[in-house]
């Protein structure tokens, strides 16, 4: 790593020294994020799961109460019927934030139906379009939850990179030069003692000569 070659002081040393504490603090934190994000994300599989299953079973419902109005009325009698018909649902999407993550969640609920004003509608027609309505609420739940999911696993997997990044390359690397840096320092220093120890000694013979 270029960015890490540098003379072998004791400045560079103590430089490099404090580097990587920052960085072993840097990656204890995104150690423990990447450990909340992982929660969460099971967290939300289990939710998203769970909405999923119900958007199925009310979509279920809405398609058997549709047959059996079109049993009853006739596909044209429907789409007449439909052309007149008010929205039954009351939608809102809101942004949330978790650990920095935004995401949108959905506040909706089901509006009761207004008669369409129309002959030759039945209690049928008014259960599908209930249905449909109860459906169209489950389904925009289900996507706000498998929105979060999605962002909430993107950035698990953000994290965890550079987790694995500070874990066994960037610190690793900082440890080796500081290891080098180390024994050069030593090598030099056990090189000043033997050259003090040579100039004393050479000093002693010729105070004896």
């Known amino acids: 790593m270029n960015r890490l070659r540098t003379a072998p002081t004791k400045s560079a040393l103590l430089n490099l020294r404090k580097q990587v504490k920052f960085l072993e603090g840097g990656h204890a934190l995104l150690e423990r994020k990447r450990e909340l994000l992982t929660r969460l994300v099971y967290q939300h599989i289990k939710e998203y799961q769970e909405k999923k299953r119900a958007a199925h ?44 993550i935004q995401y949108p969640s959905v506040e909706a609920a089901v509006v009761p139906p207004r008669p369409v004003g129309l002959l030759g509608t039945g209690p049928s027609f008014d259960e599908a379009r209930r249905a ?5 609420v489950k389904l925009a739940e289900l996507a706000a939850v498998e929105m979060a999911l999605y962002r909430l696993i993107s950035e698990q997997r953000k994290a965890q990179k550079r987790v694995n990044a500070l874990k066994y390359n960037i610190i690793p690397a900082y440890k080796k030069v500081i290891k080098q840096i180390s024994e050069a320092l030593e090598e030099e220093e056990r090189g000043t003692l033997f050259q003090i120890k040579r100039l004393r000694d050479a000093s002693q013979q010729k105070r004896s000569a």
Do not use: H
């Not at 052309?83 to 978790?98: C, E, F, H, I, Y």
């Open 132 to 136: 449909f309505a109860e459906a169209a």
């Open 57 to 100: 079973e009310t979509l279920r419902q809405a398609y058997r109460w549709l047959s059996i109005a079109q049993l009853r009325m006739g596909d044209r009698n429907i789409l007449q019927a439909s052309l007149g018909a008010t929205s039954s649902t009351s939608m809102k999407v809101l942004p949330r934030r978790s650990i920095g």
